[in-house]
């Protein structure tokens, strides 16, 4: 089992790549599940990502209520993390972000999906959540438990859930698959966008393909986690 | 009330924030209403504004004629701000820039309307001032009173106006809310681009939603306000 | 008249300040005619431009032969700039590059035309210079005399021109202009292109508008060239 | 002949260029064959580039089996460079890369095709590999020498093939003519994608135009190797 100090340390370091990458700006968050505590997540207090150290993580329980009486700032959305481990036993690392090439898939009736290897874990297709089926008008943040579970219900089983007018989540095994799949979700959202652009026809992987490009990912994911470190969170590093 | 030092040490952060988020570059310029004389506003001289320093800044009145015999050249479209301020007495900060982004609304008969709740000020979309409507041939630019007024007149109650084939004017009741109302111009711009492209359709945020959403923002707006101080104008931060 | 150490100074800053801005990169080039002999222009050697210092410029006259037997290696197309000087007595300066935002311009049946006031010295729109009218098949440079001075009699009384398959060139009455000109030709290209996507009607600037335009931001033209100047060639600034 | 040394500096810097060129990221890698056993190849271990050094230079022979009893971690599609050194012997270098813009032409019916004569080694346009053509549904990814040889058919005579859901390879007689064309492949990319959007018809180089433009270009690659050793790997160019 992954001891704490080593998850919080990742969750610094996620927090910082994430940044690095653009895949997060002013806003936007990441946690990860209590490797001791399963009905536990860490999540930076009300912060910018890139700003976050380890003294900043709190503690929240699966109803996203901060553990241990801490009385910091939290992010509004915190319920999108609690939700979704609860809903997800597999899931030990959540990313919420506003990314500027997802977006527009996120407000458009097209659908991302996997134009290469690399996003593979986009398999069919990212479904979108639209919170207007269940809460009628709101400020399209998820600020109560219920949306965070319309929201973890949407995303059922994938690894990526669309927020219409709003941004997406990725989930994984580890911060570094969540991560990877965050910035992968970014990036197929450019290509496609370009591969749409050119005006004939685009061929997406099939089923078989995405599930076999997946798991090589998933072999190879210290390659670009480590580079991501040395870049983006070297003293997170040591 | 927030007093002078605050708005002059914001003034000289904004001008850096705006550089540093490409909203602004050898051109574009941002001013504050003076906190204690409600018919004055503070605008550096003429001078890109990642150069801007606290000296640079002059003020004017809201004929835009400079005070206290400053005679230091002032930008040639002052009389965009001393209008504004005239029209709006809600108004306490306004952006002028061409970021690249927003230029192509100004120019096309697509209205630029909020995708996502970060850019929920835009509300039913952005007006385009036409300045041959009122002004025939002109350099484009806001050169008098008469003309600032239009602008102004345009503006109406939104937060943001485009300027048909030369930029845009975003207002706040602080210099946070009208950067950041500036930088999500850009970026809803970019994002609407994306959208458009795609070919299906897409889905803007309502008229209860945008409402909605432009209020919870503006609760948050210190994070990312701090956050672009510390990276662009860590030295206008003290 | 301006003396020759300042035009060599201003000469070694336009190199740094278009591969700043991104007009050139391992390819591109800009001159200077002489202050003192208006039938000799100044050039670096064959250098990347962000690489040029004030001991690589080599003088040439209009037949583009080095002056003072100076014998290190030219650029290619030297004569770009040799016949560009003998046809145009107004330009002192003339960029050459490949900016990618504007090449498929270049190769486009559709006109680049001025969006906004910034670009108003693009006027009816950009000229496309087609090297295989006169020429047969070619590698596409400007190998000769002959080949500068048909691409001389496109740009005509122009700021600018295109060559198919390749790139532009700017010119102006100053360095300052020249470069003014090449980073906002590669600029309206962007917005073009962002306009042409929205797929709505688009309004470019008529021909009185472009004409004030031009001429007031000429008379600006030291804000952006001094922040240049600050930016990418501050040893080159003393 | 080369020496094995300046190959070995030539493969340092080629990594760090790709990397620092955007061609790859915590993926993709770059060959060379060994100057003095045209049998052998040298490849960095499984690393990301701009992290690579010269200890981490393993040598493979054709079959792709490294050499010397090296039991480091190799990348898993090596085959890609034995099968095309196999294959072609003028071919001295190898980059294989999931550069952005390239991707969306990988998925799209539509042909890359030379735009500029910067990329006129793209001649009559890129072929596309279909891993599904031979080989059913895979991870996409070149696992085997049979895989490798199948890539290597289609690239054929070319200078550049790309890969359905997955990149391309660029090759060349020498480190920097192979990251030259990966590079410009890259930047065609960008710039069809800009021509295509445009709407209007697009001219491309014709047969003879590429030929010779292509030539021209090989005499020349000093400038643009220089600046990017300078630039991207200036410890790695003594």
Chains 1, 2, 3, 4 share one sequence.
Request: glycine share 8%; hydrophobic share 45%.
């Amino acid at each position: 089992m992954t001891d704490l100090a080593t998850v919080q340390d990742d969750l610094v370091a996620a927090n910082r790549i994430l940044a690095g990458l653009g895949v997060v700006d002013g806003f936007g968050h990441v946690s990860a599940r209590h490797p001791g505590h399963p009905d536990h997540y860490l999540l930076s207090r009300s912060l910018a990502p890139e700003l976050v150290t380890r003294d900043d993580i709190m503690t929240f329980d699966l109803d996203s209520q901060p553990v241990g009486g801490d009385t910091r700032n939290a992010y509004l959305e915190k319920s999108i993390h609690g939700e979704i481990y609860r809903a997800r036993a597999d899931v030990h690392a959540v990313v919420h972000s506003h990314a500027a090439a997802v977006v527009p898939f996120a407000a458009s009736s097209v659908t991302l999906r996997p134009i290469y290897h690399m996003s593979s874990f986009l398999r069919a297709g990212a479904k979108v959540f639209e919170i207007r089926e269940r809460f009628a008008a709101t400020d399209m943040l998820i600020r109560t438990n219920a949306q965070g579970a319309a929201l973890a219900d949407k995303l059922g089983d994938d690894a990526v859930v669309l927020m219409r007018g709003h941004g997406f989540c990725s989930v994984g095994e580890t911060l570094a698959v969540a991560v990877f799949r965050a910035f992968y979700t970014q990036t197929n959202a450019d290509l496609q966008q370009g591969a749409v652009a050119l005006g004939g026809s685009v061929t997406f992987l099939d089923a078989e393909e995405a599930m076999r490009a997946d798991a090589s990912n998933r072999s190879v994911i210290a390659r670009p986690w480590g580079l991501w470190k040395s870049k983006f969170a070297p003293s997170a590093d040591r």
